[in-house]
Every structure is written in structure tokens, then in C-alpha cells.
């Protein structure tokens, strides 16, 4: 993400336009008054927060007994066909 140093009166003057390169271009902008860094214009993060995991979880369907037992087996099965390491040493270089 590219960031830019402007002063207050230019971002201003371009308000609309260096809004749409934030959204657009996701660029950042650090507002000067003087020479010194006062405010910061960027992207709002996208995405969730480890702090949602929670609640997005419980949102979830719960799985039936059946689909749970399901789930198992194909879990299981899936482990098997991983190919198995070998012993010796875990870190070629």
C-alpha cells in the first residue's frame, strides 16, 4: 500500500479525488499541519477480527449425529491419503 505525505489544505482542495484513490487504489495519506503529521487518511480494513471468531462460529449450523459422523470418515479418510513423513530429518536444508 502506497503511502503519500500531504498537507491539510491539499487534501482539501482534492478531497473527492484522494478519497477515491483510498477505496480505489487502496492508497494512505498522512495529513501534515506544518510540517507535522497530524491525521491519517486510509482503506478501512476488510474482512473480521479474531475478536468475531466467536460469534461467527456459533453462527454456524450445527451438524446433525449423521452429518457428524459423516464428517469423520471423510475426515479420516483424507488424513490417510496424506502422504506419511519419513523419518530422518524434519529439516532438509
Do not use: C
Amino acid at each position: 500500500m502506497q503511502t503519500h505525505s500531504l498537507s491539510v489544505t491539499e487534501i482539501v482542495r482534492g478531497f473527492s479525488d484522494y478519497v477515491n484513490r483510498v477505496a480505489y487504489r487502496r492508497e494512505r495519506f498522512i495529513l501534515l499541519r506544518g510540517r507535522k503529521p497530524v491525521a491519517e487518511l486510509r482503506p478501512v480494513p476488510t474482512g473480521r477480527t479474531l475478536g468475531e471468531l466467536a460469534e461467527l462460529l456459533q453462527a454456524l449450523p450445527a451438524l446433525s449425529d449423521a452429518e457428524a459422523t459423516d464428517f469423520a470418515g471423510d475426515m479420516e479418510q483424507a488424513r490417510a491419503r496424506l502422504p506419511q513423513p519419513k523419518a530422518g530429518d524434519l529439516w532438509p536444508s
